[in-house]
């Protein structure tokens, strides 16, 4: 049983499995270490496991097998514990609608038992007015809503934050504020383990990253290895085909269509580092039209490790391994140390339902 009290969170061979037999696998065997002040992303493609993980760390998952200990804390014996001294967010956070959004802090607050020492602080941050707190969350957009639990879930200043996709519905000004406001709180010595689908806001805050798909941890990162998930797709409309644009390093999936007089259409998924000299050579090409967008993560881990992995993919070298071996050793793709099954998320649709649909209570299945 982990009860290490020097990390803020530790699970070991964490697995939770849904349905009538067991069949869907959404965490398997999970080992994660979190040591206290870290800033811990929680990476990983929508159906990958994270709520499943952290709703079992807040006790209102129970584990099918293995274990995980939060603050020292049994995660099964010690939830209530535990739930006092966490600032949770859950993801597709939803509020009791007929309260008002201050009416719903202090209930919160009061639940908690514990003092509010940072309210105004974040509605500062997060631009939440007094008169935006007197209406009744029934009438609040999304990103207002998620703010309210922004607020609810740091307010009283926890020595843990565990945050479910916490820039869900902000918009990105609101977003870069809420990084502010962890860093602030790392660098006050707090924890803060959250997930998130976007690899841009955890390189931009994490110290390490954990990397789950299929509810399996694929690799785990110091966030300067991150750099190589970062890809674009590129489409373009050029007046000639480029010559030797095959060999051009760090270009893959490259496809050309004719389209008569208007041109020839380019599509490619690029290395970031790769596309000012791309640029370069369909500028000679006669540019046209061009649209560059960041991949997502899903698309970013077919590039990386390969489209020829159709049902495994190959774990990153160093996973599983301590920070400072990290740092040293960034993963290389041609060491294979386990194989990964991959399995389609199941049952749920692979997108988040937006908040406002979701019953106030919790809302992913029960124990
Ligand atoms: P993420 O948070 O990374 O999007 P989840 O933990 O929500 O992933 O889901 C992991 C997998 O478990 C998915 O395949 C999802 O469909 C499934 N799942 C989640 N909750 C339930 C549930 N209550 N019943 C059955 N399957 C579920």
Redesign the pocket.
């Known amino acids: 049983m982990p009860n290490d009290s020097t990390f803020a969170i530790q699970t070991q061979a964490l697995s939770?499995h849904?349905?009538r037999n067991g069949e869907?696998?959404?965490?398997q065997s999970l080992n994660l270490e979190i040591r206290q002040g870290e800033l811990f992303g929680f990476l990983?493609?929508?159906?990958?496991?994270?709520?499943?993980?952290?709703?079992t760390l807040l006790g209102f998952l129970h584990p099918t097998s293995g274990s995980a200990s939060v603050l020292g804390l049994d995660v099964v014996k010690d939830s209530v514990a535990i739930r006092r001294r966490v600032g949770y967010l859950p993801?597709g956070f939803a509020v009791y609608d007929y309260m008002s959004g201050r009416e719903y802090l202090d209930h919160m607050r009061a639940l908690s038992g514990r003092p509010s020492l940072l309210r105004h602080r974040i509605m500062e941050a997060l631009e939440l007015s007094d008169t935006i707190l007197k209406r009744p969350v029934r009438d609040y957009s999304r990103g207002m809503r998620q703010k309210i639990g922004v607020v609810q879930a740091m307010e009283t200043d926890p020595e843990l934050l565990i945050l479910?996709?916490p820039s869900e519905g902000l918009d990105p000004l609101m977003q870069r504020s809420l990084q502010e406001l962890l860093l602030e709180r790392v660098g006050l010595g707090r924890t803060v383990f959250f997930?998130s689908?976007l690899i841009s806001e955890v390189e931009r805050i994490c110290s390490r990253v954990a990397i789950?798909r299929?509810?399996q941890l694929v690799a785990l990162e110091s966030v300067e290895s991150l750099v190589r998930f970062r890809r674009r797709r590129i489409e373009a409309l050029v007046a000639r085909k480029p010559l030797r644009l095959t060999a051009t390093a760090g270009i893959s999936n490259l496809k050309f269509t004719s389209e008569g007089k208007t041109g020839v259409r380019i599509s490619c998924d690029a290395e970031a580092a790769a596309i000012p000299n791309f640029i370069k050579r369909l500028q000679s090409a006669g540019l046209r039209d061009l649209l560059v967008e960041a991949a997502s993560l899903e698309e970013a881990f077919m590039s990386y490790y390969g489209s020829s992995t159709r049902n495994t993919v190959q774990m990153a070298p160093e996973v599983a391994t301590p920070l400072s071996r990290t740092r040293r050793a960034p993963a290389k793709r041609t060491t294979t140390t386990r194989k990964v099954t991959k399995?389609?998320?199941?049952?749920?649709?692979?997108a988040?339902r937006p908040a406002a649909k979701r019953p106030a209570a919790k809302r992913?299945?029960?124990r």
């Open positions: 939770k849904y349905g869907i696998k959404a965490l990983g493609p929508n159906g990958a496991g994270k709520s499943t993980t952290i709703r993801s479910d996709e997930s689908h789950v299929g509810g399995r389609p998320a199941a049952k749920r649709p692979a988040k992913k299945g029960s």
